[in-house]
Structures are given as C-alpha cells and as structure tokens.
C-alpha cells in the first residue's frame, strides 16, 4: 500500500488480444496510406532512376516502420486508457510483462527478422546500380547504359567555395554550371582541390564526397528534362553555404548545342589547364610535399 491507496493487478488475456486488434486495424489502414499517399511524395523524388530507387527504398523503409511505431503508439494509447485510475486512491497496474518468455522470444524473432532483412534488401539495392552514392576510385556497382545512348563522364572539381564541371570527352573544357542531356548514364568523377567538399545533385539523388587526391565515382542515370540542385554537404570553410549550383538535364539536341557554346566560351581558359586527370594536386601542395 502506498500514500495513494492500494495497487491492484489486472490479469487476463484480453488486454493482449485488444492491443493486438487494435495494432492489426490501425497497421491496416496505415500501411497503405504510407505506400500509396505519402511514399510518392518522400525525397528525393524521380528526377533520376536512381532518385527514384531511393523513393522506392524510403517507403520500403517507411512501410516497415509503421508497424513497429504503431505497436509503440497503440500499446501506449491502451495502458492509458485501460489501466487509468478509475477509483479515487487506488492506483490499477497491468500484467507483469518482465520475465515473459513468449514476449522475449517473439520480441528477438521480429527484430532480428528486420534488421537481417534490411541489412540484406540494402546491400542488394546497393550492389543493383549504386544508389547514386559515392563508390570510391573502383566501383563494382554500374548501371547499365541506357540502349542507344553512351556513358558521359563528367568530372567534378571541389574547391573552396564552388564546384567546377570538366567534360573530358569534349575537348577537356571546364564549366562553372552543369547540364546534362535525358536518358543518359553518368558517370562522376568527383575530386577536390583543397579540403574535403561533398556533391551533393538533391534530385538526381547523388552524393559523393570531394576528396582531394581522390577520384569518387558515382553514377546516375538521367530521365526527362529536371532542374536540379547541387550543393556542398560537407562543412568545409567560411563560405560552406554559399556553395551552390542549379543544374539541369536537357534533351540531347539541347546538351550538345550548350557544351558546344561552353567549348567556344572557355577555350582561352581550357587552353591553361592542366591535362585532364583523375586527382589534381595544386602548385602549392606540390611544394609543400
Ligand atoms: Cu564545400
């Protein structure tokens, strides 16, 4: 007995089948709305095929959630409601669950369940085409090219504070924007020449990180024309912030008509470039080493 009065046990099975029926009605309705109202909607959006496959990952993901933080949510809603104080001075207590082997047990079974399952559905996803993301200087998952289309290399060059494009199939210019033509399988080499940077391209759903010394490929495969933002997501300076570019994917005609002017409008500065190159290492890294 306590200052407040007494505590009574309540036993009985049903406290369990009605958290169960609830969860079960409440995943039903939810699980769908998640897949089918708010997974079109989550980032980064279908600007690529591999932003797509990341929206179809997050809802995978989200769909997965969903049951486990309503059984959260409805079994914290239940003991609310169930087990509040009914009587002046006495205070009621559910069912033990310490010790419960069944719910032990079922607890290890789902979990691991999940985490093997998500461990294995990643790495398979992953492996598919890279996911956009970084894949060092030896990638092992390429997508295939588009049929009837080439790989388009673009090498991109971080600095303190912007982002530089050179286009080694198209005379080695370099190119303060970005365009990209549709349908088109991409490849980033992506290098910094200072500290390290990160290219971040939010709706073609790529990020790698700008390293200096270091080419980072990643891939992406361009859909119908999109603007996108690229931005840098790794602290790297006073002007981290200010490190930005709108790019876009074009039509072909209209790629090649604007890496053609880009060719005529840069070729007093490509001409003092150094030969393209994997990694670039600046005058002064050169002396100090
Ligand atoms: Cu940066």
């Given at each position: 007995?306590?200052?407040?009065?007494?505590?009574?046990?309540v036993?009985?099975?049903r406290?369990?089948?009605?958290?169960?029926?609830?969860?079960?009605?409440?995943?039903?309705?939810?699980?769908?709305?998640?897949?089918f109202?708010?997974?079109?909607?989550?980032?980064?959006?279908?600007?690529?095929?591999?932003?797509?496959?990341?929206?179809?990952?997050?809802?995978?993901?989200?769909?997965?959630?969903?049951?486990?933080?309503?059984?959260v949510?409805?079994?914290?809603g239940?003991?609310?409601?169930?087990?509040?104080?009914?009587?002046?001075?006495?205070?009621?207590?559910?069912?033990?669950?310490?010790?419960?082997?069944?719910v032990?047990?079922?607890?290890?079974?789902?979990?691991?369940?999940?985490?093997?399952?998500?461990?294995?559905?990643?790495?398979?996803?992953?492996?598919a085409d890279?996911?956009g993301?970084?894949?060092?200087?030896?990638?092992?998952?390429?997508?295939a090219?588009?049929a009837?289309?080439?790989l388009?290399v673009?090498q991109?060059?971080?600095?303190?504070w912007q982002?530089?494009?050179?286009?080694?199939?198209?005379?080695?210019?370099?190119?303060?924007?970005?365009?990209?033509?549709?349908?088109?399988?991409?490849?980033?080499n992506?290098?910094s020449?200072?500290?390290?940077?990160?290219?971040?391209?939010?709706?073609l759903?790529?990020?790698?990180?700008?390293?200096?010394?270091?080419n980072?490929?990643?891939?992406?495969?361009?859909?119908?024309p999109?603007i996108?933002?690229?931005?840098?997501?790794?602290?790297?300076?006073?002007?981290?912030g200010?490190?930005?570019?709108?790019?876009?994917?074009?039509?072909?005609?209209?790629?090649?008509?604007?890496?053609?002017?880009?060719r005529?409008?840069?070729?007093?500065a490509?001409?003092?470039?150094?030969?393209?190159?994997?990694?670039?290492f600046?005058?002064?890294?050169?002396?100090?080493?």
């Amino acid at each position: 007995m306590s200052a407040h009065g007494g505590t009574v046990n309540v036993e009985g099975p049903r406290h369990w089948r009605n958290v169960v029926v609830l969860w079960l009605i409440a995943s039903v309705i939810m699980v769908p709305v998640v897949i089918f109202l708010i997974g079109p909607g989550l980032p980064p959006g279908n600007g690529s095929v591999e932003a797509s496959g990341q929206t179809a990952d997050n809802t995978v993901l989200l769909a997965l959630a969903t049951p486990v933080a309503l059984g959260v949510l409805v079994y914290l809603g239940y003991v609310l409601f169930a087990f509040r104080e009914r009587t002046p001075d006495v205070v009621l207590d559910g069912p033990a669950i310490r010790g419960n082997s069944s719910v032990q047990f079922w607890w290890l079974i789902v979990t691991t369940t999940l985490v093997l399952f998500l461990a294995g559905y990643g790495s398979v996803r992953l492996l598919a085409d890279g996911s956009g993301g970084g894949q060092g200087p030896n990638p092992i998952a390429r997508p295939a090219v588009p049929a009837g289309g080439k790989l388009l290399v673009v090498q991109v060059v971080a600095q303190q504070w912007q982002f530089n494009y050179r286009f080694p199939g198209y005379g080695g210019v370099e190119t303060n924007q970005i365009e990209l033509p549709e349908n088109t399988l991409v490849q980033f080499n992506v290098t910094s020449l200072d500290v390290i940077h990160s290219f971040w391209a939010y709706e073609l759903g790529v990020k790698a990180d700008a390293n200096p010394g270091v080419n980072n490929v990643a891939y992406v495969t361009t859909k119908g024309p999109v603007i996108f933002h690229v931005r840098c997501a790794e602290l790297c300076g006073l002007w981290h912030g200010y490190m930005f570019n709108q790019g876009r994917v074009v039509s072909k005609a209209d790629f090649a008509a604007w890496i053609a002017r880009q060719r005529v409008y840069f070729a007093p500065a490509t001409k003092t470039l150094p030969p393209y190159s994997k990694t670039y290492f600046p005058p002064a890294l050169r002396r100090a080493g």
